[in-house]
């Protein structure tokens, strides 16, 4: 691949859409191809079926159901969008990947993490992140803030205790992956949070 394969992760409400605008800008500026997307979602095909798994109707969603449907859309979204951008050499910004999945269909669900590894291994074609950058906030105050911004989706209406084993989940992660993923202190203010995220772009840059 000639492109740089970003993805961003983080429980919700850690400011992710926020710095992701501002790396976007910063990236441009310099003069860089930049592509950014989102999961699920990022391909019409994908965008719909984020629509099912968000839907608050649709509470009786079973999880491997909807373990399955992220797949579903990743497989699409990479084969449609990420792939090619990546073989043209631009810089592909993704709002969350497999990472989301590990850490909250298998941390929170319960679901094993081999079995999550397996469906995503068909999904992502060999496909892994060049960095990964996690904005670490307590999930408290993460939905703290979700909830002052908008009504809240199926995900994020869960309890309290599923958004702290996502938590959990993303801390496994960080230990398992010290290489690729780069934390984030996201309670600080946006300005200092960006200053993070540009020195960890400019290394591997």
Do not use: W
């Amino acid at each position: 691949m000639k492109g740089l394969f970003i993805t961003i992760e983080g429980t919700d409400g850690a400011g992710k859409s926020t710095q992701i605008e501002l790396l976007t800008e910063y990236l441009s500026k310099k003069g860089r191809d930049v592509l950014v997307t989102r999961e699920p979602g990022g391909t019409p095909i994908g965008e719909k079926i984020r629509e099912i798994i968000l839907d608050t109707e649709n509470s009786e969603m079973s999880d491997i159901t909807e373990a399955m449907l992220y797949a579903a859309s990743r497989a699409q979204h990479v084969n449609e969008k990420i792939k090619p951008a990546l073989l043209e050499g631009k810089i592909v910004i993704c709002d969350r990947f497999v990472d989301s999945s590990i850490a909250y269909q298998s941390s929170a669900r319960g679901i094993s993490r081999e079995l999550i590894e397996d469906i995503n291994k068909y999904a992502v074609c060999g496909i892994t992140p060049d960095i990964t950058l996690y904005f670490d906030i307590t999930p408290e105050e993460g939905i703290k803030r979700k909830k002052n911004m908008h009504k809240l989706d199926r995900i994020e209406k869960e309890k309290e205790d599923f958004h702290k084993r996502v938590y959990d989940g993303y801390q496994n992660l960080l230990k398992l992956y010290p290489e690729r993923i780069k934390r984030v202190d996201a309670s600080q203010s946006i300005s200092d949070v960006h200053k993070q995220v540009i020195e960890y772009i400019n290394k591997i840059l």
